[in-house]
């Protein structure tokens, strides 16, 4: 049995009722376990707003994310720059700078971020808009869709109210439906109107050959979102202005709550401490890995993980950072909504109960439907829950409050532990067929091998497509799986049975191994063996 078929297994979603929340599994995959994101019960939040606020002193903050392509694919060997500041993004596309300066007593600082590279003699580009929030020292999910520049066009224009320019709108462009665009990633798109209400947003690649559509969203606090489809033509400069409304009725207003949000879900993966290095001596996490092909099985693919992050101070951390032998993230995922007067989302998660929730995060973006928890505090073993309320622009921010969300459903993960490899040991030579050993881990459920014949780097500039496992050959092969007995022995050995192996070759392998819910992951750290 494939890992797929054990996501998509009914009684998957039933563990998760054993703790008495619900887990909503997508349809496609998970047909028949019951649950919706709007129909099910729920139970209020009991929180406190939060105030938003500056910070008193200038700060630093490390500024992260990830350089695309179109298609979602890692762009590697990208410069990334931030005003005088740049970084190269690695072999999955990620950069880091860590000492980008804030100033004193401004809640946000807001500033364009670049990146650029050459590809196959081609100049590559693209632009996004940097929000580094009041005394927050880690700035992530900064991410830029990259593409040739001659085939980019812009949009511009002016934002006003029935007073005149409005300044400090947000603007945010998008694809206009996702499904009808498999895979393409176009939504990491804004900026933020001057003084004078003028707008520009440059870069826009080409979806399709010639004119491309994008839905422009504007938003702002007090004000009404309006959204329209725009046409982008590569070379060429279109024009949208917009006049907005006073937000004082109607969908997520004082009048009318903001819906739940729905399909929600959570997948947590566990990680190694430790850093994989390629040939190339590029690092990579093995995390991008596990994700890559998590949503792959899942369909996750069409994503838009929020780059406008707001993080309090107040989120109280209940437990102590676990040592730096693991690392662990939870991967939140809901349905994207245009609703008017949507501003953006608040993020909660309650450790261990399922009560106390605590805002993590506020998404100032409406387009947002995707998010990464990385605390530090996030432990193996311990069940945390989650919820994503709506964010009205009514009341957020208003008096420097944010006003109370709507509840949603819940959905909860348990990290699993981390998983080690022991047998062909890294950079090893191996004769013959490798047998490969792992040690169990608690609560393990199916544990797949992936063997690579190249370092698995998602993107090269010579490969868009990337780097597929050469075992399992595709989605339904299950002769790198094993299925965890209700007695787990103390390690596992599989033997490989995927194409012939050419003597004097490097080749790569991990380990992915998920509960039986489908809902936690743990991929182990990279190993190489030279076959004999």
Same mark, same amino acid.
């Given at each position: 049995m494939t890992l797929l078929r054990i996501l998509i297994l009914a009684k998957n979603c039933s563990k998760l009722r054993q703790?008495?929340?619900?887990?909503?599994?997508?349809?496609?995959?998970?047909?028949?376990?019951?649950g919706g994101g709007s129909?099910?019960?729920?139970?209020?939040?009991? #929180?406190?707003?939060?105030?938003?606020?500056?910070?008193?002193?200038?700060?630093?903050?490390?500024?992260?994310?990830?350089?695309?392509? =179109?298609?979602?694919?890692?762009?590697?060997?990208?410069?990334?720059s931030v005003g005088s500041q740049s970084a190269i993004t690695t072999q999955f596309g990620t950069y880091s700078i860590l000492n980008v300066s804030a100033p004193a007593s401004q809640s946000s600082v807001i500033i364009p971020i670049t990146a650029a590279i050459t590809i196959q003699g081609a100049a590559w580009s693209g632009t996004n808009?940097?929000?580094?929030?009041?005394?927050?020292?880690?700035?992530?999910?900064?991410?830029?869709?990259?593409?040739?520049s001659a085939s980019q066009g812009s949009i511009a224009g002016t934002i006003s109210d029935f007073t005149g320019p409005l300044a400090n709108a947000r603007i945010f462009a998008s694809a206009p439906d996702p499904a009808?665009?498999?895979?393409l990633n176009p939504r990491s798109f804004w900026t933020i109107s001057d003084a004078n209400g003028k707008y520009v947003i440059p870069a826009l690649p080409s979806i399709n050959a010639g004119t491309s559509n994008y839905t422009v969203t504007v938003s702002k606090d007090l004000y009404v979102n309006r959204a329209v489809v725009i046409g982008v033509t590569p070379g060429q400069k279109s024009t949208a202005d917009f006049t907005?409304?006073?937000?004082?009725?109607?969908?997520?207003?004082?009048?009318?709550?903001?819906? !739940?949000?729905?399909?929600?879900?959570?997948?947590?993966?566990?990680?190694?401490?430790?850093?994989?290095? @390629?040939?190339?001596?590029? @690092?990579?996490?093995?995390?991008?890995?596990?994700?890559? &092909?998590? $949503?792959?099985?899942?369909?996750?693919?069409?994503?838009?993980?929020?780059?406008?992050? $707001? #993080?309090? @101070?107040?989120a109280v951390?209940?437990?102590?950072?676990?040592?730096?032998?693991?690392?662990?993230?939870?991967? =939140?995922? &809901?349905?994207?909504? =245009?609703t008017t007067s949507l501003l953006g989302y608040d993020v909660l998660r309650s450790d261990l109960v399922g009560t106390k929730f605590r805002t993590i995060a506020v998404l100032r973006d409406p387009q947002a439907d995707h998010f990464t928890d990385i605390d530090s505090v996030l432990t193996a073993g311990s069940i945390y829950y989650y919820s994503v309320a709506k964010l009205d622009t009514l009341n957020f921010p #208003?008096?420097?409050?944010?006003g109370e969300p709507v509840q949603n459903n819940l959905s909860a993960v348990v990290p699993l532990d981390p998983q080690l490899l022991l047998d062909p040991v890294n950079k090893s030579s191996v004769s013959g067929l490798p047998a490969f050993t792992w040690p169990a881990i608690k609560?393990?459920?199916?544990?797949?091998?992936?063997?690579?014949?190249?370092?698995?780097? =998602?993107?090269?500039?010579?490969?868009?497509?990337?780097?597929?496992?050469? &075992?399992?050959?595709?989605?339904?092969?299950?002769?790198?799986?094993?299925?965890?007995?209700?007695?787990? !022995?103390l390690s596992y050995s599989l033997n490989y049975s995927g194409p012939p192996l050419i003597s004097g070759h490097v080749y790569y392998w991990a380990v992915l191994t998920s509960d039986s819910g489908g809902g936690a992951y743990s991929i182990s750290d990279i190993f190489s063996f030279t076959s004999l």
């Open positions: 703790f008495g929340i619900l887990m909503i599994c997508l349809t496609y995959f998970c047909s028949g376990c019951g129909s099910a019960p729920v139970t209020p939040v009991v #929180k406190s707003p939060n105030a938003v606020h500056g910070c008193a002193s200038a700060f630093v903050t490390a500024v992260s994310g990830k350089a695309t392509s =179109l298609n979602g694919a890692p762009i590697v060997g990208a410069v990334v808009t940097l929000e580094i929030s009041g005394c927050d020292t880690n700035t992530t999910n900064v991410n830029i869709v990259m593409s040739p009808a665009v498999a895979y907005v409304a006073p937000a004082d009725s109607g969908p997520c207003s004082n009048s009318a709550p903001c819906p !739940p949000v729905t399909h929600f879900s959570v997948i947590s993966i566990t990680t190694p401490g430790t850093i994989s290095r @390629s040939a190339q001596l590029n @690092s990579v996490s093995p995390a991008a890995i596990a994700r890559n &092909w998590i $949503q792959q099985k899942r369909g996750l693919r069409s994503i838009h993980a929020s780059r406008q992050i $707001q #993080k309090f @101070s107040s951390r209940t437990r102590i950072p676990p040592p730096l032998v693991y690392n662990i993230e939870s991967d =939140l995922f &809901w349905d994207a909504d =245009l #208003k008096n420097s409050e944010e609560d393990g459920s199916v544990y797949q091998v992936l063997v690579y014949d190249k370092f698995p780097d =998602l993107q090269s500039t010579s490969n868009s497509a990337g780097v597929k496992p050469i &075992w399992p050959v595709s989605s339904s092969d299950a002769s790198s799986e094993i299925q965890a007995p209700s007695t787990q !022995p």
